[in-house]
């Protein structure tokens, strides 16, 4: 793999930028104000809008914490800010057409958007699985195969003390997907719980939400109530939060652009084995474990291209240092591995510093 001529890297952070901007000016127009609010020590900022025909009262949103220097640029001077879709969506045409950076399937994009304008990244939220992995192609300069990102569904993370925190949240979600296809419905969990922790439509998509596994692992399987996602709950997963530690903003390749969240590429190659080595061993299982030891190679080589493996070695290094069952679940994902792949990152292992046990 190669990286992108810097014309394009360049236009991509760029985009990115116009992205923020106008995702900011959208969530806060002018006629409101920003209000700082201390909590545990830690500033935050909230904005306070007036809402029509009740007086003087306001409504408000969380925006962010105060040490976030983005955050703080635009609190500064967002009046000044303006949507340039037209613009934006020039840039994303060339930067599929001409340097030929992967793009999410429509109705994927569709309904991301949908929930990105919503606010669910801005409230701290993280894209993950297949889609998310359409956007690391343009975070990174990388041209990565559009095969690797088939999809049937789309999955959203948020930490559980986050959600509980922010008092703030969604509209209600089945409406906002219902927005983007009308025969999405509720997914009924597992465990019978009333609780929704995802939506499907007449064809099959699934739109699925997450969260980390608390404590034990009497949590698991039990759906974890999340204040902010506009009335669902959330799977907990083990090994979650190891993916969504430090997310990163990205930009995703659809209409004119969309500002995301997603996991740090590094932790999402990583814990793509470990996600790949605890599949279910049946013909769907091994499919998707199949797909998920793929996007973790590609990744691997495409964070090489990117000059980015003193990354990947630390984040490596944390999740062999986390314990047996880690190291485990390394070891076994790369058991499933073709015998090329297995030895390219078995050697790749060693060379980040895993140098004394991989085997």
């Known amino acids: 793999m190669k990286q992108i001529d810097l014309m394009y890297r360049t236009m991509t952070a760029e985009l990115g930028q116009r992205l923020l901007d106008a995702r900011f000016s959208a969530d806060f127009?002018?006629?409101?104000?920003?209000?700082?609010?201390?909590?545990?020590?830690?500033?935050?900022?909230?904005?306070?809008?007036?809402?029509?025909g009740e007086g003087h009262r306001q409504k408000r949103q969380y925006v962010g914490p105060a040490d976030d220097p983005e955050i703080n640029r635009r609190v500064e001077d967002f009046k000044a800010i303006k949507d340039d879709a037209k613009a934006r969506r020039?840039?994303?045409?060339?930067?599929?057409r001409e340097a030929g950076l992967p793009e999410p399937d429509r109705f994927s994009g569709n309904v991301v958007e949908a929930l990105a304008n919503a606010g669910i990244f801005r409230l701290r939220a993280c894209l993950v699985g297949s889609?998310?992995?359409?956007?690391?192609?343009?975070?990174?300069?990388?041209?990565?195969?559009?095969?690797?990102?088939?999809?049937?569904?789309?999955?959203?993370?948020?930490?559980?003390?986050?959600?509980?925190?922010?008092?703030?949240?969604?509209?209600?979600?089945?409406?906002?997907?219902?927005?983007?296809?009308?025969t999405f419905h509720p997914l009924m969990h597992r465990s019978g719980s009333p609780r929704m922790t995802g939506f499907i439509n007449n064809d099959g998509y699934k739109v699925e939400f997450l969260t980390s596994n608390r404590g034990s692992d009497d949590h698991m399987h039990k759906p974890a109530d999340m204040p902010a996602l506009g009335g669902v709950a959330a799977e907990p997963l083990r090994f979650l939060d190891f993916l969504i530690r430090d997310p990163v903003r990205a930009v995703m390749l659809h209409k004119s652009g969309i500002s995301v969240v997603v996991p740090d590429p590094c932790r999402y190659a990583v814990h793509k084995m470990i996600v790949a080595s605890r599949r279910i061993v049946d013909t769907i299982g091994a499919a998707k474990r199949e797909k998920d030891l793929r996007q973790a190679v590609l990744m691997?080589?495409?964070?090489?291209?990117?000059?980015?493996?003193?990354?990947?070695?630390?984040?490596?290094?944390?999740?062999?240092?986390?314990?047996?069952?880690?190291?485990?679940?390394?070891?076994?994902?790369?058991?499933?591995?073709?015998?090329k792949e297995r030895a390219s990152t078995v050697a790749l292992f060693r060379d980040l510093g895993i140098n004394h046990e991989v085997q």
């Open 300 to 339: 691997f080589e495409a964070l090489d291209a990117a000059n980015r493996l003193d990354d990947l070695a630390e984040v490596a290094n944390e999740a062999w240092e986390r314990g047996e069952a880690w190291r485990y679940a390394i070891q076994e994902a790369m058991g499933y591995m073709p015998r």
């Open 29 to 52: 127009p002018v006629e409101g104000r920003f209000v700082g609010v201390t909590n545990k020590g830690r500033k935050y900022w909230y904005f306070d809008q007036p809402t029509e």
């Open 131 to 182: 889609v998310a992995f359409s956007a690391y192609g343009a975070l990174l300069g990388i041209r990565l195969p559009a095969s690797s990102m088939m999809t049937g569904d789309a999955d959203f993370a948020q930490d559980y003390a986050i959600s509980s925190e922010v008092g703030d949240s969604l509209p209600p979600m089945l409406e906002l997907l219902q927005g983007v296809d009308p």
């Open 90 to 96: 020039k840039y994303v045409s060339t930067l599929v």
